[in-house]
């Protein structure tokens, strides 16, 4: 009931966390071959996806509490998900164990914004040296 709504959100998530890691690939080709007219488009993209990742997370966050205060558990937000993914466990073991894989996969994606991220720090670093 609720899971689906987070489910789903969580998959739309993933997709414009993908969405993002293309546009941070295309700003470090842009970046690399000094190229300013796709640096900027690059930048104009990012910011338009990282607009529809927050607005993601606040949806997906709203749902978790609410999904949380149906089933009368307080949880801080760091604790959250693990709580719920308890009673999932103890509802439903197939929507726990895809509950996981989402998350693991969201976290994967993340994790790949974060290297991207780094790398375009890096190189636009050393292209100001230059």
Known sequence: M????????????????SDFINTLKKLQRSIVNSELDDIEIAIE?????????????????????????????EADKNE???????????IDPEVYEEFNQVRAILLERVKEVLLL????EIIISNSRKF
Do not use: G, M
Request: net charge negative; aromatic share 8%.
């Open 2 to 17: 609720y899971y689906d709504e987070i489910l789903k959100l969580t998959y739309e998530q993933i997709t414009y966390l």
């Open 45 to 73: 993209q990012e910011e338009k996806i990282l607009h529809r990742i927050k607005n993601c997370e606040d949806k997906r966050a709203e749902a978790v509490n609410i999904a949380l205060k149906h089933y009368q558990i």
């Open 80 to 90: 959250a998900l693990d709580k719920l993914a308890d009673v999932l466990l103890a």
């Open 117 to 120: 991220n780094s790398q375009n």
